[in-house]
């Protein structure tokens, strides 16, 4: 196995999240993209730790779920108290904060 | 070594084929569907990278605990389940110059600093119990913000949500 063949599927992933959160205008669908990135990162930690034979990575990987698991609780409530005030989740109808 | 470089080659391409429909397709549902295949995959690829623990924490919160979120998400900001229309930005092509020139960008880099290098042949899986002394250990620190920002994100979910 080499070691790159993790990082370019990381990479490709990170890519592909990447272009969800430019395309996607669905709130949740960028919260998913933002999901693939983390799962990104995740898989270079992984890998990182293998290749230099320390737990280090595993433990930030760790961390890295949890973060993740409290960004989405807290990203899908933000999502549902726009949709009852809005009727809408749709990133461009929420243009207030535009100067 | 062969058999673990077919396996990484087939997970892995279940892994971008899931990725690209989780970003393209016109169903919020099977997005969520198309992730649950990509989690898993990553799972698949701890797996192989030695990391049981990690593999198995990512199905549980991952599969289990934040695909429950999304779906009931879903299922709480959509008058309707099925196929959209409206679900890209338009100008969603915008996004693919820039995907593919930060994928080149990181191509490059990446060749150019690791090359052919090989991961070790002999790694054995990491026990639990190095996890652990890692997060109790040297990494305590950063345990205990990471319990906090878990217990504010709990109570500024709750405060988001609730009807009042």
């Known amino acids: ?99 | 070594m062969v058999a673990q470089n077919i396996g990484f080659a087939l997970i892995a391409l279940v892994m971008i084929v899931g990725a690209l429909r989780v970003v393209t397709t016109s169903n919020v549902v099977h997005a969520a569907l198309w992730l649950v295949v990509v989690l898993s995959g990553a799972a698949a690829q701890y797996v192989l990278l030695a990391a049981e623990f990690v593999a198995i924490t990512q199905v549980l919160v991952y599969v289990g605990a934040v695909m429950v979120l999304f779906l009931f998400g879903t299922m709480l900001t959509r008058s309707r389940i099925g196929r959209e229309t409206d679900l890209n930005n338009p100008r969603w092509k915008w996004g693919i110059p820039v995907a593919l020139l930060l994928f080149a960008a990181m191509a490059i880099a990446l060749v150019s600093a690791f090359g052919d290098e090989k991961m070790p042949e002999d790694a054995a899986p990491v026990p639990v119990q190095v996890v652990s002394d890692q997060i109790f250990g040297p990494y305590l620190l950063p345990f205990w913000a990471l319990s906090f920002v878990l217990l504010a994100a709990v109570i500024g979910a709750i405060v988001l949500a609730r009807k009042d």
């Open chain 1, 1 to 99: 196995m080499l070691v790159n063949q993790f990082l370019f599927l990381a990479a490709i992933l990170f890519c592909i999240g990447v272009y969800g959160v430019i395309a996607r205008r669905n709130a949740v669908l960028v919260l998913m993209s933002i999901e693939l990135i983390l799962n990104a990162v995740n898989l270079n930690l992984i890998a990182f730790a293998m290749r230099n034979g320390s737990p280090d990575g595993h433990t930030f990987a760790l961390y890295v779920i949890a973060v993740a698991a409290a960004e989405v609780g807290v990203g899908l409530g933000m999502v549902l108290l726009i949709y009852r005030n809005r009727k809408t989740i749709a990133l461009d109808d929420l243009s207030e904060m535009k100067g």
